[in-house]
């Protein structure tokens, strides 16, 4: 009798199960990248260069006396790169503008493992200094791009998301050939 109940039971809970599970693997967010295609900037600033088409132009509410300051906002990625552009003067040189460029990547090592800063000359022959920071940073690419004489721009990548830092790596890299673009067609405005 025991043995028939057990069978019962077993063969009960056998047909209760229709359905076969698996564990399902980790997933991973699908980022479908447009091609880059770029576009030239229009407006009456101090500087001209060429940005991505995916991008939108939008003035700087942040310090709206500084009209010369805009984002570039990527609506797709939540991404927007800041970019602060100031003369240089007797007031703010070279070097004061530069350290200040510095000293804004250097805030970021407390969370970074990693700031890898590299030194180039575009072709219209301004250096450029561009600083790539590992780790979960609010941004993960910081640029400036002078003529040392009297212009200097700076720019910085954010996003607005909660996505870690891996999970944004292929965008990160999207836009940082935007931003490696936008640096090598930069002028600068006498």
């Given at each position: 009798?025991?043995?028939?109940?057990?069978?019962?039971?077993?063969?009960?809970?056998?047909?209760?199960?229709?359905?076969?599970?698996?564990?399902?693997?980790?997933?991973?967010?699908?980022?479908?990248?447009?091609?880059?295609?770029?576009?030239?900037?229009?407006g009456d600033?101090?500087?001209?260069?060429?940005?991505?088409?995916?991008?939108?132009?939008?003035?700087?509410?942040?310090?709206?006396?500084?009209?010369?300051?805009?984002?570039?906002?990527?609506?797709?990625?939540?991404?927007?790169?800041?970019?602060?552009?100031?003369?240089i003067t007797?007031?703010?040189?070279?070097?004061?503008?530069?350290?200040?460029?510095?000293?804004?990547?250097?805030?970021?090592?407390?969370?970074?493992?990693?700031?890898?800063?590299?030194?180039?000359?575009?072709?219209?022959?301004?250096?450029?200094?561009?600083?790539?920071?590992?780790?979960?940073?609010?941004?993960?690419?910081?640029?400036?791009v002078t003529?040392?004489?009297?212009?200097?721009?700076?720019?910085?990548?954010?996003?607005?998301?909660?996505?870690?830092?891996?999970?944004?790596?292929?965008?990160?890299?999207?836009?940082?050939?935007?931003?490696?673009?936008?640096?090598?067609?930069?002028?600068?405005?006498?």
């Open positions: 009798m025991k043995r028939m109940v057990l069978a019962g039971i077993f063969l009960i809970a056998l047909m209760g199960c229709e359905e076969n599970y698996l564990p399902k693997p980790p997933g991973y967010n699908r980022i479908d990248l447009p091609n880059h295609s770029y576009q030239p900037l229009s600033y101090p500087y001209q260069f060429d940005f991505s088409s995916h991008s939108k132009v939008e003035p700087d509410s942040f310090n709206l006396a500084e009209k010369n300051w805009i984002n570039l906002s990527y609506p797709n990625f939540g991404a927007k790169v800041h970019l602060t552009y100031k003369p007797q007031a703010q040189d070279f070097r004061t503008l530069s350290t200040d460029a510095f000293k804004l990547t250097a805030k970021h090592q407390i969370k970074a493992y990693g700031i890898e800063e590299s030194v180039l000359v575009t072709p219209n022959g301004y250096t450029g200094v561009v600083a790539e920071l590992q780790g979960e940073v609010p941004t993960q690419f910081q640029f400036f003529d040392s004489t009297e212009h200097f721009l700076r720019g910085a990548l954010y996003f607005n998301t909660a996505m870690k830092n891996d999970s944004l790596a292929p965008v990160i890299e999207y836009i940082k050939v935007d931003m490696a673009h936008l640096m090598n067609s930069m002028k600068f405005r006498d």
